[in-house]
């Protein structure tokens, strides 16, 4: 069954929606809380049950750049890890909305790609906006799985 663009939209928005929760559960609940949320979000949206999942995360750096292991994108969400000591919890930043504007798409069959930008609000207001490219496969149960995801701050000239 092909992948369809309401498809890629409803996984952004899921993706967004599962930060969101990150967010307000660590508010609410400290980190563990936030890492319950977390790994609930990761296992319904990351094809780590397909094999490695291609994430480039947008504020890692060095040797940990890279995070193919479930293990590796838990700490770049929620931090306190001390196998990664630079990561400061990307899902943890008081995330209150998400909003994407896509810049091109391709499917191919069960394969689909999204590129475009990101810009999440927190609860003080402030907007940060990331460049994105999202990889998705279906899985073997029909549903859509994040395979690829690279992150970037705006070029700056």
Same mark, same amino acid.
């Given at each position: 069954?092909?992948?369809?663009?309401?498809?890629? &939209?409803?996984?952004?928005?899921?993706?967004?929606?599962?930060?969101?929760?990150?967010?307000?559960?660590? &508010?609410?609940?400290?980190?563990?809380?936030?890492?319950?949320?977390?790994?609930?979000?990761?296992?319904?949206?990351?094809?780590?049950?397909?094999?490695?999942?291609?994430? !480039?995360?947008?504020?890692?750096?060095?040797? #940990?750049?890279?995070?193919?292991?479930? =293990?590796?994108?838990?700490?770049?969400?929620?931090? =306190?890890?001390?196998?990664?000591?630079?990561?400061?919890?990307?899902?943890?930043?008081?995330?209150?909305?998400? &909003?994407? %504007?896509?810049?091109?798409?391709?499917? &191919?069959?069960? %394969?689909?790609?999204?590129?475009?930008?990101?810009?999440?609000?927190? !609860?003080?207001?402030?907007?940060? #906006?990331?460049? !994105?490219?999202?990889?998705?496969? !279906?899985?073997?149960?029909?549903?859509?799985?994040?395979?690829? =995801? =690279?992150?970037?701050?705006?070029? #700056?000239?």
């Amino acid at each position: 069954m092909s992948i369809t663009t309401d498809d890629l &939209e409803a996984a952004r928005n899921a993706w967004g929606e599962g930060l969101i929760a990150i967010s307000k559960a660590f &508010e609410t609940g400290g980190i563990d809380a936030a890492r319950t949320v977390a790994e609930d979000v990761l296992d319904a949206a990351y094809g780590y049950n397909l094999g490695p999942v291609l994430f !480039k995360p947008t504020m890692a750096s060095g040797d #940990q750049t890279f995070r193919p292991t479930r =293990h590796g994108a838990l700490a770049y969400f929620v931090g =306190h890890d001390a196998e990664y000591p630079l990561d400061g919890g990307f899902g943890i930043k008081g995330w209150r909305a998400m &909003e994407s %504007v896509t810049s091109a798409t391709f499917v &191919e069959g069960d %394969v689909a790609m999204w590129m475009g930008a990101v810009i999440l609000t927190d !609860k003080d207001g402030n907007v940060t #906006q990331v460049d !994105k490219s999202f990889g998705y496969k !279906k899985d073997p149960e029909g549903v859509l799985r994040i395979v690829l =995801h =690279h992150s970037s701050l705006p070029y #700056q000239p």
